[in-house]
């Protein structure tokens, strides 16, 4: 068997933030969340819920929790009656901007060639 290049110490320390990164971005509608709360500035839990076709009431729940925990969303309870919930970007969200443009833009050019964004 051959020596894996990529089994050294210094190769496997790069990888530690993009490994991190991943943990914390995984999940299927991490990044459709971000892109949404970022978009829209705030949204609301049923907002998300139409906006995410085929995602489940409860994956919803455990995506944002994650992100709240990794510290990306901030979640606000208003205590009125019906109870309303609103995510925002925290300050590290609003950091991820950037990438999240770049990303989208890299797909509009590579994979959506033809698609023409309404919003530019």
Known sequence: MADNK???EEMIARCVPMSTLQSVLSGKWKILILWYVTFYRVQRFGELMRRLEGI???TLTKQLR???QDGFLH???YRE???RVE???TELGESFVPVLQTMMAWSETHLCP???NPYK
Do not use: G, K
């Open 87 to 89: 995510y925002t970007l």
């Open 66 to 68: 994650e992100l709240e």
């Open 6 to 8: 990529f089994n050294t």
């Open 56 to 58: 489940t009431q409860s």
């Open 114 to 116: 033809d698609y023409v």
């Open 75 to 77: 979640r606000e309870i």
């Open 81 to 83: 009656i019906p109870p």
